[in-house]
C-alpha cells in the first residue's frame, strides 16, 4: 500500500482490518504467535513457516550462448566505426607585399 499524504490513525487501522478480512476470506489463514517470541533471538530457533520455502532444488537454466552470440554479431555489424581526427600539417604560406615580391613564409594551421 503506497501512502501518498498522511491519513488519520482510524482510517488506516480500517484498511489494515478491510486487508485482513480479504485474507481470511480467500481461505488465509493467521498463525498466533505467543507474545514476546521472537524469530531472531528464539532459544528454539527461527520460527518455520507452515510451508517450506527453500526445500526446492535449484531449477535448471537453458543456455543461450547461441542468442547471445548473434546479438552480439548483429551489434558489431551495426556499429559505426568513429571517425579518426585529421592530422593536418602546418602549409607553408608567402606573404607579399604591395608590389608581388615575396617578403617572408609562414607556416598556418589550416
Do not use: C
Request: hydrophobic share 30%.
Amino acid at each position: 500500500m503506497k501512502v501518498v499524504k498522511k491519513y488519520p490513525k482510524e482510517y488506516i487501522r480500517a484498511e489494515i482490518e478491510r486487508q485482513i478480512e480479504n485474507f481470511l476470506a480467500k481461505g488465509g489463514e493467521i498463525t498466533q504467535i505467543p507474545a514476546g517470541e521472537s524469530g531472531w533471538d528464539n532459544s528454539k530457533g527461527a520460527i518455520k513457516p507452515g510451508k517450506a520455502i527453500f526445500d526446492q532444488s535449484r531449477p535448471t537454466r537453458t543456455p543461450l550462448d547461441h542468442v547471445l552470440a548473434t546479438v552480439d554479431a548483429r551489434r558489431l555489424k551495426n556499429k559505426r566505426q568513429p571517425k579518426k581526427p585529421e592530422v593536418t600539417k602546418p602549409k607553408e604560406k608567402i606573404i607579399y607585399d604591395d608590389f608581388g615580391d615575396p617578403i617572408r613564409r609562414v607556416w598556418v594551421n589550416e
